[in-house]
């Protein structure tokens, strides 16, 4: 086998789900590549140690500029705030090294071009983790989809629903909330969440015409947890947009973090002449499929349970009736890179992909700001 040996920058929640899925991948899916945990950075070496000796990394570095510097490394993964995507992918593509980011992409569309013209001069293989792509039950729609089971589709509606900056004591910034902070999340809901229920909806539904929103900051003001001082709260709390698909179809999307009673309630629901799907984060194995065409007397939602070999992935997995869950999406996302390398066709979402789910953010946000329709 061929070693692709990873350098992880930054270990956080996506630093974990990653290093299981390098850690994994291997034993479930058949390719040439087997990655190698070679170098994890962090600024932190005690803590970075710590991490490494967990996974079973074979080094640490303090300076991501070092590890891009290292000749042992074949592939950054960017794990770290938004706001360091950047200036890491630009720097990392002129090192030649392969890149894999965490989503969003970028902090805004202008960063984001930047982005993709720097891989695509280096010609280096890049892609971004947008994993719900990879969710069985959601790979299963787009197959649906895709064989033309729905027919002309009318309505395409996501939500994704969090509750956990409720109180205005959560401060905003440093390590545990950067995502309340502008200066390192770029946005809010939009960009950490909308973003995965655009992305889906773009790979499902087709590209996005035009967009209406409206955005709320509910918390005003907040402790910045770097600077122990009260400061103006400059991220979406909430935002809401329709739009116009370029198929004709026309979407409704919500998120939020102030939804008392939801952790993290991703959904989507696809409305078309002939049938209807329908998928829920929460029980993600399952797909809701209705089809106007069974016949009269047993038509009704059914409820797939995706697990049996011939539905998406599932064949790796373990026998019929099992499911699989949230941390098998990354294994399929790493699965379907190294398949890329293989066949030399670029794996996806790809920095480009991600830009157009980035353009539409911008869309959005600048459409609250200004009370009108934005082009995208
Ligand atoms: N694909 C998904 O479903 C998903 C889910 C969560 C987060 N994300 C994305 O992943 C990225 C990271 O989010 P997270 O939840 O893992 O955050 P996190 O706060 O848990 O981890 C961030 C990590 O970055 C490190 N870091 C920060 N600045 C650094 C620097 N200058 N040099 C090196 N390391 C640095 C921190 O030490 C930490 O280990 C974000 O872009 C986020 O939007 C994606």
Request: with cysteine; proline share 3%; net charge negative.
């Amino acid at each position: 086998m061929k070693p692709l040996r990873i350098g992880m920058i930054g270990y956080g929640f996506m630093g974990r789900t990653h290093s299981n899925a390098y850690s994994q991948v291997n034993h479930f899916f058949k390719n040439e590549y087997q990655p190698v945990l070679q170098a994890v950075c962090a600024r932190d070496k005690e803590k970075v140690q710590a991490f490494a000796d967990n996974w079973g990394y074979a080094s640490v570095e303090t300076d991501w500029k070092q590890l891009l510097k290292r000749d042992d490394i074949d592939v950054i993964d960017i794990c770290t705030p938004n706001n360091l995507h950047k200036e890491i992918a630009i720097a990392a593509a002129q090192a030649g090294k392969m890149i894999l980011c965490e989503k969003p992409i970028s902090m805004n569309v202008a960063e984001g071009e930047e982005m993709c013209s720097a891989v695509e001069k280096a010609g280096v293989a890049n892609m971004v983790w947008y994993n719900y792509r990879r969710v069985p039950a959601v790979t299963l729609a787009k197959q649906l989809i895709d064989e033309g089971r729905l027919g002309k589709i009318f309505h395409y509606r996501a939500n994704f629903l969090q509750d956990w900056t409720i109180n205005a004591d959560v401060p905003q910034g440093g390590a545990a909330t950067w995502r309340l902070d502008a200066g390192a999340a770029g946005s809010g809901v939009t960009g950490d969440l909308l973003a995965h229920c655009i992305d889906t909806a773009i790979w499902l539904n087709g590209g996005i015409k035009d967009v209406t929103a409206m955005t709320e900051t509910f918390v005003k003001e907040r402790v910045h947890a770097e600077t122990g001082k009260k400061t103006p709260v400059k991220i979406d709390d909430a935002c809401s947009f329709l739009c116009h698909f370029e198929n004709g179809s026309l979407g409704l999307f919500e998120s939020t973090r102030y939804a008392r009673g939801h952790k993290a309630l991703y959904t989507l629901e696809i409305n078309g002449e002939n049938a209807s799907l329908r998928w829920d984060l929460h029980d993600l194995h399952r797909l809701q499929y209705f089809d106007y065409r069974d016949d009269g007397i047993v038509r009704g939602w059914r409820s797939i349970h995706v697990s049996d070999a011939d539905q998406p992935y599932m064949k790796q997995w373990w026998v019929p009736g099992l499911q699989i869950g949230y941390e098998h999406t990354f294994i399929h996302q790493v699965a379907d890179f190294l398949k890329s390398l293989e066949t030399g066709e670029p794996a996806h979402p790809n920095f480009r992909d991600a830009l157009e789910t980035q353009k539409v953010c911008d869309a959005v946000l600048q459409s609250a700001n200004h009370r009108s329709w934005v082009t995208i």
